[in-house]
């Protein structure tokens, strides 16, 4: 499954899809659950978002370590932003760069 996507800055979402990639690739959105669910050929594929049931989304070191004893599934991952964040360029908007005449009298991005 491929999707084509636009960068765009938006708090509290991983993914934003229309209705007709949602739709080709039969998709379930369990919006309760917070769950997306991909029916394929292989089996049906699972996307379970975290879901904040009260507190924090941050835990401590002793609540980790008290989950994994207690059999939770533990996975340690590293994330990392780009140094040079700042402001969105033309040129690193795909669909202004295949449609630059259409973009010519923009002064900046809104």
């Not at 509290?12 to 998709?27: I, N, P, Q, T």
């Not at 978002?49 to 989304?57: P, W």
Request: proline share 2%; with cysteine.
């Amino acid at each position: 499954m491929s999707a084509d996507l636009i960068i765009c800055t938006v708090e509290l979402y991983d993914v934003l899809l229309g209705m007709a990639w949602l739709g080709k690739f039969r998709v379930h959105l369990n919006c309760h659950r917070g769950r997306v669910e991909f029916d394929r050929s292989k089996g049906r594929l699972v996307y379970q978002g975290v879901r904040l049931i009260s507190g924090s989304l941050v835990i401590s070191v002793m609540q980790a370590e008290r989950m994994i004893e207690r059999g939770y599934e533990a996975y340690l991952a590293t994330i990392s932003l780009p140094e040079a964040i700042g402001e969105a360029k033309f040129q690193d908007i795909r669909v202004v760069r295949e449609f630059q005449n259409v973009f010519q009298s923009l002064q900046g991005l809104p």
